[in-house]
């Protein structure tokens, strides 16, 4: 089984900056990739970022050049950068890793329990 447990949100003033962490344990073999998701109240989990086990990036257009996101292989945690945050970054941001067990033959995605960050105007 694997287990993600993410770190750092919170209550943030528009413009503030705030840095979510994320850490994978368990039977891990290797991630192939991690993500970041949010939710917002009455609205679809949307992707915020992901990153690749070789370092390839993807941003939502709303975060580009705002957000950053990181990886460490060695340690299996991913972190995301947020600066100049904006009242619409509220949301319940989740951590997901594609992951391959030693006890799994295919991948398999994991989800962690989510942390609140709210941006105040």
């Known amino acids: 089984q694997v287990q993600l447990v993410e770190s750092g949100g919170g209550l943030v003033q528009a413009g503030g900056s705030l840095r979510l962490s994320c850490a994978a344990s368990?039977?891990?073999?290797?991630?192939?990739?991690m993500s970041w998701y949010r939710q917002a109240p009455g609205k679809q989990r949307e992707l915020v970022a992901v990153?690749?086990?070789?370092?390839?990036?993807h941003y939502a257009d709303s975060v580009k050049g705002r957000f950053t996101i990181s990886m460490d292989n060695a340690v299996h945690t991913v972190n995301l950068q947020m600066n100049n945050l904006k009242p619409e970054d509220t949301a319940v941001y989740y951590c997901?890793?594609?992951?391959?067990?030693?006890?799994?033959?295919?991948?398999?995605?994991?989800w962690g329990q989510g942390t609140q960050v709210t941006v105040s105007s």
């Open positions: 997901n890793a594609n992951v391959v067990t030693w006890t799994r033959a295919s991948a398999y995605d994991y």
């Open positions: 368990g039977t891990i073999r290797f991630i192939s990739a």
């Open positions: 990153i690749t086990r070789e370092g390839s990036t």
